[in-house]
């Protein structure tokens, strides 16, 4: 029994020991010692921040360095980099002016070096620029905005409009990092109409706004509800794979398996559409078959248009001219924001698709009356051959 007793008594005290704190006990391989300043070689201004490069301690227990600094609204801020970087990227002001950067050595017992004040003087941030850049001119049921944004900075393009009351209503955000591009604000009617625009950036800066008057031009969305495929010579089906050509048409995208889909053949592949209604057609969107297939496989890249108002007197079929009797509406490409190969795709991409891709016909094509579609698909965005169509929609002004 004493042995018994001795022996948890042993245990016990060994407990202690180890579960004791040593004042004297560091973190493993720290020396306890504050490692030594930073030394700052240069300090780079750029828009919405600075570039500071800098000369580490030579502490072989150095761990990381840190930047802390506050904003122009005084948001107290941290950028930390490894010890084997020798620059800090200081990003996020929306206005000019000094801002201190203290900087300090960390190392792995969590001991800091004394303070080092590195003032920065951030240039003008992108987003006044864009701002400034914007031009707004009416457009198929709404406004188009166009802007240059050199820097690619990620970016909001707000849009609010003005009610008769004079209250400012928010209405839409559109994301982008184009460096320079449009973007159309659609489904108002044609009045006069004052969109108001502001942009922000990923930290929440926000420029002032700017306002545009225009009157937006008709734009009739076509209803879905009349439409049907039209088997024409020369057509493939684009109901394969257990797939159906109604899917085009359905209100439905952005998802793998809700699409209008053809067998495996040689392209070009062409499709034929019956609108069930006449129109002066504006302008189309082309959305994407979604999901894990988004730019690539099947997806259209370089296409072609064709219309007409009915199919009497076509001649007969040639495959080398498909559009033989018809009315060229025009030749059209796909975009891809970010410009990744097949198989890899941004949120700005999948966004992009999501919203449908917009194309507007040409003054020519815009004054013939439609009613029949024949949509060619020449190049897909894998280079495979097959086509895929998740959505079309057509806006116009209907005639019948």
């Not at 000369?55 to 761990?63: G, I, Q, R, S």
């Not at 184009?178 to 990923?202: C, H, K, L, M, W």
């Not at 199919?311 to 891809?336: A, R």
């Amino acid at each position: 029994m004493k042995v018994i007793k001795s022996f948890y008594i042993i245990f016990s005290v060994l407990i202690l020991i180890t579960c004791s704190e040593d004042p004297l006990h560091s973190a493993n391989g720290s020396d306890g010692i504050a490692p030594g300043k930073v030394v700052v070689n240069s300090i780079e201004n750029v828009s919405g921040g600075a570039v500071i490069k800098f000369t580490p301690p030579t502490d072989a227990d150095l761990l990381y360095i840190k930047g802390s600094y506050s904003d122009e609204n005084g948001t107290p801020k941290q950028v930390i980099v490894s010890s084997f970087i020798d620059t800090l990227s200081v990003i996020g002001f929306g206005q000019v002016g000094e801002y201190p950067v203290e900087i300090r050595a960390v190392d792995i017992g969590d001991n800091e070096s004394e303070p080092v004040i590195a003032t920065i003087s951030p240039l003008e941030a992108p987003i006044h620029a864009i701002l400034e850049s914007i031009e707004g001119v009416q457009d198929f049921g709404g406004i188009n905005i166009f802007y240059l944004n050199p820097t690619r900075a990620e970016v909001s393009l707000n849009m609010s409009i003005e009610n008769s009351d004079g209250e400012i209503v928010f209405k839409e955000s559109f994301y982008t990092s184009q460096a320079n591009s449009s973007y159309s604000f659609r489904g108002y009617d044609p009045e006069p109409t004052v969109f108001v625009i502001y942009v922000e950036d990923r930290w929440g800066n926000q420029t002032i706004r700017r306002s545009f008057e225009v009157t937006p031009l008709q734009d009739v969305f076509l209803e879905k509800e009349y439409w049907a495929t039209q088997p024409m010579p020369g057509d493939e089906s684009f109901s394969e794979y257990g797939f159906s050509a109604n899917q085009i048409w359905d209100g439905s995208w952005s998802s793998q398996w809700n699409c209008g889909h053809t067998g495996f053949l040689p392209l070009p592949h062409q499709y034929t559409l019956d609108l069930g209604q006449t129109a002066k057609l504006n302008r189309f969107k082309l959305y994407q078959r979604g999901g894990s297939e988004l730019y690539k496989h099947g997806n259209p890249k370089n296409f072609k248009i064709y219309g007409r108002e009915n199919l009497n007197g076509l001649p007969i079929y040639n495959p080398d001219n498909p559009g033989d009797g018809w009315i060229y509406l025009g030749d059209f490409e796909s975009f891809k924001p970010s410009g990744l190969p097949p198989g890899s795709n941004t949120a700005e991409d999948y966004e992009y698709q999501d919203n449908g891709e917009d194309f507007v016909f040409d003054f020519d094509a815009r004054q013939y009356n439609i009613r029949y579609i024949r949509f060619v698909n020449e190049e897909t965005w894998n280079n495979q051959m097959v086509s895929v169509i998740g959505e079309l929609s057509f806006w116009g002004t209907i005639i019948n």
